[in-house]
C-alpha cells in the first residue's frame, strides 16, 4: 500500500464533509476567505488518523467522518492565525488569507472554521456511537486546541531567547503540533468504540508521531535539498528559529561557540547558514535530532500491538514511517 | 427583586467558574491577557439568562453553571477578536486586549477563552443531565458561535454602504447580538430538561429581547445623556455606524435629506450630530426604532406564558424590562 494513495482514499470523503460545511458561510467576503486555505490543499493526514484508528478498534469511517473533518478544520484555523501573528505571506505555496483579504477577514475566517469544526463533532450521528462517545470526543478535539493556543504562546515567547531549555521546547512542540495529532488518533479510537487500553494506546502513538513529525522537520531544515521539503536549506536558521538542533547545540557548546551561533541566528541572513550547521555537526546535533525522529517512530509502531492485524493497523504504521520521509 | 440583584446573585458563581478555567492558561502572558477583560466586569446578563432559562423549566443552577459560564467567555472572545478587527483602544473602561498585550496576544486569547468555552460545556456533569443533552447544548452555542463570526463579517461589510435594507439590517443584528442571548436561553432550557415548546419559547425570547439589546443600544446612543451609556450623544453617527435610524430614515428620506444625511455619516465630526438627529425626528425613525425595541420587549414576555410561575420566570420578564432601561 502506498501512503500517498491510502492518503488520497480517506481525503475525498473528508474534502466532501468539509465542503459542506463551509459552504454555509455567509458573507460571501467571509465565505471565499474561509475556503482559500482548504481549496490550496494538503495531505490529510490529521483527518486519516482519526479514520484509520476508528477502523483500528472495528469503528467505522463514517460514524468518525465528521470529526476527521474537523480536526483538519482546527488544523486549518490555526494556520490561519498563525500566519498572522507570525506575519508570514505565503502558506502552500499561496498568499496567505490575510494577504488577501486583511487581517479582519482572516481573524473572522479562523474563527469561523473553528466554530464549524465543533458544529461537525457535534453532528456525529450513526446509530451505533452514543452521545457520551461524541462527548468524550469533543473533550478530546477541546483539549487538543487549548494546547494549540498555549503551545503557540510559547512559541513566541522563544523569540529571541537562546537559554531554552530541552523540556521547555518539547512542551511547546508537544502543544503546538503533537496534541492535535493525538487528539485525532484518541478521537478516532473514542468513535470506533476502542477498548480503554486501545484509546490510551493510540493516543500516545499519536502524541509520537506528533513529537517525530515536528523534531524531523527540524531536522529536514538543514539536511535536505531544497526541493525535497519546499523551502532552502537553513531556512530556519536564517528565521532565527528555536529548534531542537538549536537548544541541543546551545547546550553543548563552548562560550566561544554559543556565541557565534546566537549571533548567526540573531542575523537573520543567510551568509552563514554552513557555518551554523558545522556548529550543529561539531556537537552531534542533527544526528541527535534525527534519533530522536527516529525513536518516537519506532516507540509509536510498537504501540501498534494494541489492536487487531488489519489494514488499516498496517495504514497507521505506514504513516508513522511517512512522518520520517517528509515534512509538512 | 432588583435587577441588579439578580444578576449580583447569579455573576458570583459564573465568575468562580470562569476563574477556574482560566487559571489553568499556560504561559502567563496568555493567562494575563485572557483574565484582562473578565476582569474589567460586565454584567453577565447572558449567563444568568442560561441560569434563569434551566430553573424556569424545572432544572437545576448547579448543571447549567459550566455552560453559563461558557457563554460568558464567548461574549468575552467575541469582544477581544471584534476590538482588534474595529482598532477600538477602550473597551469596559480599560484598554482593549490588543493595546496592552499586541494583536498576536490577543487573538491567542480569543482564541483559547473560545476554547475553554466548549470544554466547560463538555465537563457539564450532574446525573439528572444525559449526555444527549449536553450534546444538544453544546450545538446550540456553537451554532450562535457560527451566527457572530458571519454577523460581525456583515457589520463589517455594511461599512461605507448606504443602501441596507431594514431586513439586512436586522439579519446582521441577529446574528452578531441576537443569536447568543437565543442560544443562552435555549441551551439552559435544553439543560434544565425543558418540553420542546418550552425550549422553543425561550429561544424565541432570548432572540426577542437580543434583538430589542441592539435596537435599545442604537436608539440611546441618540436620546440619553452622556451618563447613561458612558458614551457621548451621538457617537455611532459620528462613526458613520449603520443603526436602524439611519436605515430607516434613509428608506424615508427626502433625496435632499438623504444626500445631507449620508455626508454627515461620512464626516467622522461631532459637529452636525444634531442636525442629523432633526433628520431622525423629521422621518419619525427615533420613534420608529424605540417602537421596535419595546415591541420586541413585550412579546419576549408573553412567550414566558409556556414556562409555571416562579421567582426565575419573574426574573426573565425583569430582564426583558431592564433591556430598555440600560445599553451594554
Chains 1, 2 share one sequence.
Not at 22 to 33: Q, R
Not at 297 to 326: C, M, N, T, W, Y
Request: net charge negative.
Amino acid at each position: 500500500m502506498d501512503v500517498l494513495e491510502l492518503l488520497k482514499k480517506y481525503s475525498t470523503e473528508v474534502d466532501r464533509e468539509i465542503g459542506k460545511a463551509l459552504d454555509t458561510v455567509d458573507p460571501e467576503e467571509l465565505h471565499d476567505a474561509s475556503k482559500h486555505l482548504i481549496k490550496a490543499g494538503g495531505k490529510k493526514i490529521r483527518p486519516s488518523l482519526v479514520l484509520l484508528s476508528s477502523e483500528a478498534v472495528g469503528g467505522s469511517v463514517e460514524g468518525a467522518l465528521k470529526t476527521a473533518a474537523a480536526v483538519e478544520l482546527i488544523h486549518t484555523f490555526s494556520l490561519i492565525h498563525d500566519d498572522i501573528m507570525d506575519q508570514d505571506e505565503m502558506r502552500r505555496g499561496l498568499p496567505s488569507v490575510h494577504t488577501i483579504w486583511g487581517e479582519p477577514m482572516a481573524i473572522l475566517a479562523g474563527d469561523i472554521i473553528f466554530s464549524l469544526a465543533f458544529e461537525l463533532v457535534t453532528q456525529t450521528h450513526n446509530e451505533d456511537i452514543p452521545s457520551k462517545r461524541v462527548v468524550e470526543a469533543l473533550k478530546t478535539v477541546v483539549d487538543a486546541c487549548i494546547k494549540i493556543c498555549e503551545g503557540q504562546a510559547f512559541d513566541m515567547s522563544f523569540e529571541g531567547k537562546f537559554d531554552v531549555q530541552e523540556k521547555e521546547y518539547m512542551n511547546m512542540i508537544y502543544k503546538k503540533t503533537a496534541a492535535l495529532i493525538a487528539a485525532a488518533t484518541k478521537a478516532g479510537a473514542i468513535l470506533g468504540g476502542g477498548s480503554e487500553e486501545q484509546v490510551k494506546a493510540l493516543a500516545e502513538y499519536g502524541r509520537l508521531i506528533g513529537m517525530a513529525f515536528q523534531i524531523q522537520d527540524d531536522y529536514l531544515d538543514v539536511v535536505s535539498e531544497e526541493t525535497a521539503i519546499g523551502k532552502p536549506v537553513g531556512s530556519d536558521i536564517v528565521k532565527g528559529k528555536m529548534t531542537l538542533m538549536v537548544v541541543h547545540a546551545l547546550s553543548k557548546a563552548s562560550a566561544e561557540d554559543e556565541e557565534v551561533l546566537i549571533s548567526i541566528l540573531n542575523e537573520n541572513d543567510e551568509k552563514n547558514v554552513e557555518k551554523a550547521i558545522k556548529i550543529f555537526e561539531k556537537y552531534g546535533s542533527i544526528n541527535y535530532t534525527h534519533d530522536i525522529a527516529l525513536k518516537n517512530v519506532q516507540k509509536a509502531k510498537k504501540l501498534l500491538i494494541a489492536v487487531e492485524d488489519s489494514p488499516s493497523k498496517q495504514g497507521l504504521s505506514l504513516l508513522a514511517d511517512f512522518v520520517l520521509q517528509r515534512s509538512h
